[in-house]
């Protein structure tokens, strides 16, 4: 007998006999993981992924080119564009673990995706103040709330980060066009919990289609785009922070969102209307409620 099938013979439950017997074995051999989440997160894959593969009979060229598809993920991510975080919010992937991770029921506003284009150190406004910081050609938007916690007690200086798209859809940081940090601020809110600022109202905008995400959205017949909204990340001590967006109930793509980030609750009330010099403005009031937690900040995706 060879030495290797004598080592064989001493651990008769590793030998694969047919398609069968090979998701126990895997299991059996990441069985002594110490760390017991790890141990649970990556048995839940086997047995799914091992399924999934049974379920939809992947041939070699396939499965091929399913692992060349996520090395072309990797490759495409840099400094600028997490095309890992896109794949994961394209499939829905990203919401539903915002969904699962928050407290169920209307009691606390609901989070949604943080997406790529926040950026740390916005700058601090006061009450009221424009967050365009030059020429911005748009609809003048006003928008106001209030933010409290879960008993409906105000926050008082609580910390509104805003930020959004310009009129034709672009983050300040993808367009050159854009003076640094235009359409970003930092608010506080008064003893109330109220907030205001100015701004103009944003456009909706498609997400990156150049790596191979695009790639999918096309093979699906989809389309890329997100409808207007504005991201909002509210933060107080005691509370855990809430990132969200806000989505503009009369915007184009409203039900189809590529990245499934519109929840009910989150569509505010656009109202728009014509002053007295008959030039279109609009106003938004949302309220914000905090549930409590530990305040944290993400890591900016863009540094
Ligand atoms: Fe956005």
């Known amino acids: 007998m060879s030495a290797s099938l004598q080592q064989n013979s001493a651990h008769p439950d590793g030998i694969v006999r047919g398609e069968s017997s090979l998701t126990d074995i895997v ?4 069985a002594g993981t110490p760390d017991s989440r790890l141990l649970e997160i ?3 894959l086997v047995k799914h992924a091992h399924a999934f593969v049974r379920e939809t009979r992947i041939t070699e060229e396939e499965f091929e080119k399913g692992i060349d598809f996520l090395v072309r993920i990797g490759q495409a991510t840099g400094p600028s564009k997490n095309e890992g975080v896109l794949l994961a919010d394209l499939l829905g992937i990203s919401t539903l673990v915002s969904l699962l991770n928050s407290r169920r029921g209307n009691e606390v506003t609901a989070s949604t995706l943080l997406g790529p284009f926040w ?6 406004c006061n009450p009221g103040d424009d967050i365009v910081r030059g ?14 916690d879960d008993k409906g007690r105000p926050l008082a200086g609580a910390d509104v980060d805003v930020w ?16 640094d940090m235009n359409l970003r601020g930092l608010f506080t809110t008064d003893n109330d919990g109220r907030f205001h ?20 959205l096309h093979a699906q017949k989809r389309h890329p785009y997100r409808p207007a909204h504005l991201h909002f990340m509210i933060s107080a001590s005691g509370c855990k922070t809430l990132v969200t967006q806000v989505f503009a109930d009369d915007s184009e793509h409203l039900n189809s969102d590529a990245v499934f980030a519109v929840l009910e609750q989150l569509v505010g009330n656009f ?11 609009a106003t938004l009031r949302y309220d914000f409620v905090l549930e409590p937690g530990i305040r944290t900040f993400p890591t900016p995706p863009i540094p």
């Open 164 to 179: 959004q798209a310009s009129p034709v859809g672009y983050y300040e940081n993808q367009d050159p066009d854009q003076p």
């Open 135 to 148: 020429a911005t050609e748009g609809i003048p938007l006003l928008v106001s709330g209030r933010v409290t």
């Open 119 to 124: 950026r740390a150190n916005a700058p601090r």
């Open 197 to 216: 600022f100015r701004t103009v109202r944003p456009a909706g905008y498609p997400v990156p289609t150049d790596g191979p995400c695009g790639e999918l």
């Open 271 to 281: 109202e728009q209307y014509t002053d007295a010099s008959g030039k279109p403005c």
């Open 27 to 30: 299991l059996r051999a990441m």
């Open 42 to 44: 990556f048995t839940a």
